[in-house]
T-cell receptor
């Protein structure tokens, strides 16, 4: 079964550094998402991406964050200047093409654990 | 504010019992509802989805939806220790042509052998 793959599985960075988290969504999917989960807390929506542009973003997704689909397969999340509170698990997810009833569920990657020191 | 609410638990049930997990949502425009299971340190794994009022059964799992009450639940029959995990309720909303999935805080389930 096709999978969403994320790299790296664990990223450690120093405060103020830039990080790029990478995702390869399932090939025939059209909607892409980033979520994050701070340890012990809920899965929080960051941003959705469709047709090569952001379709929606949360209040968490401020100017320090950006997303890109540079080559038609990868989907990246960049944090320009990391803060301690950015430490979390970041999940990429994708959704297949809209079907009648469009009840297609999100497929999650295994996540990248980001630790900011 | 659009929210999905769950009791954080922990919900403890003995092995072999029925576990009942509940979720309410605030946006009446919500159209699809999902239950994900998340083991500690792992990504959410889809176990059920439902979009019509009533019950949907899949093996030991039954999802129940009541749109009038804005309530969705998950029943796990014959609970096993391996079912011990956090169960996330998720609600899908068609937001102007884009799909947005919002998660609840999750209910931690402990199945006691």
């Amino acid at each position: 079964e096709p999978e969403v793959t994320q790299t790296p599985s664990h990223q450690v960075t120093q405060m103020g550094q830039e990080v790029i988290l990478r995702c390869v969504p399932i090939s025939n999917h059209l909607y892409f998402y980033w979520y994050r989960q701070i340890l012990g807390q809920k899965v929080e929506f960051l941003v959705s991406f469709y047709n090569n542009e952001i379709s929606e973003k949360s209040e968490i997704f401020d100017d320090q964050f950006s997303v890109e689909r540079p080559d038609g397969s990868n989907f990246t999340l960049k944090i320009r200047s990391t803060k301690l509170e950015d430490s979390a698990m970041y999940f990429c997810a994708s959704l297949r093409d809209r079907a009648p009833g469009w009840n297609s569920p999100l497929h999650f990657g295994n996540g990248t654990r980001l630790t900011v020191t | 504010q659009k929210e999905v609410e769950q009791n954080s638990g922990p919900l403890s049930v003995p092995e072999g019992a029925i576990a009942s997990l509940n979720c309410t949502y605030s946006d009446r425009g919500s159209q699809s509802f999902f239950w994900y299971r998340q083991y500690s340190g792992k990504s959410p794994e889809l176990i059920m989805f439902i979009y019509s009022n009533g019950d949907k059964e899949d093996g030991r799992f039954t999802a129940q939806l009541n749109k009038a009450s804005q309530y969705v639940s998950l029943l796990i029959r014959d609970s096993q220790p391996s079912d011990s995990a956090t169960y996330l309720c998720a609600v899908n909303l068609d937001s102007g042509g884009y799909q947005k999935v919002t998660f609840g805080t999750g209910t931690k389930l402990q199945v006691i052998p």
